[in-house]
């Protein structure tokens, strides 16, 4: 008998900021360890050239990671934010995190990459009752050498993926 079921659907929402690989490295270990994602919300300040230059790279790094992973045409939306906006910031993530979970199944958060702020709104906003995250995601790297550099060239032990969720429990 064939499997009619649809794949399930998880989004993951997260911040571009100078490091793109802040970004990448967190989403690839999470695909790793089975979490992987359909659909994508990158939050980016789209005036800074240097900051657009990283969204080009995730982009280029989500579309060949993901299908590695089973997820052949993820979805990725770019959604433009003010960094020097904080209400507006919030206001935004607080939108995307609603839209994530209409649209989809499970929704991740990661807040490795951005400002210290749009962390702590993350963080703050992540643990809401009615957005339900199946998984807070904070990324520390051990070794500031490794900052720029593609998750499977770092060392193990120089860097740690953390469940918030599960820290905070």
């Not at 433009?80 to 935004?92: M, V």
Request: charged share 20%.
């Amino acid at each position: 008998m064939q499997n009619t079921q649809s794949p399930q659907t998880r989004a993951w929402v997260t911040v571009v900021g100078w490091s793109p690989m802040a970004v990448i490295n967190t989403l690839w270990q999470a695909c790793e360890q089975g979490i992987v994602p359909t659909h994508i919300y990158l939050l980016c300040s789209q005036q800074a050239p240097q900051i657009e230059q990283s969204l080009k790279t995730v982009e280029r790094y989500l579309h060949a990671i993901l299908p590695e992973f089973g997820v052949a045409a993820p979805q990725i939306e770019v959604q433009s934010i003010d960094e020097d906006d904080l209400r507006g910031f919030r206001q935004r993530l607080n939108l995307t995190l609603l839209e994530a979970r209409r649209q989809c199944e499970k929704v991740v958060l990661d807040i490795t990459a951005g400002r210290k702020y749009m962390s702590a709104f993350g963080l703050a906003l992540g643990l809401r009752d009615d957005i339900g995250l199946e998984t807070l995601y904070y990324n520390q790297l051990l070794d500031q050498r490794y900052q720029d550099v593609p998750h499977p060239l770092i060392p193990r032990h120089h860097q740690q993926l953390y469940d918030l969720l599960e820290v905070l429990e």
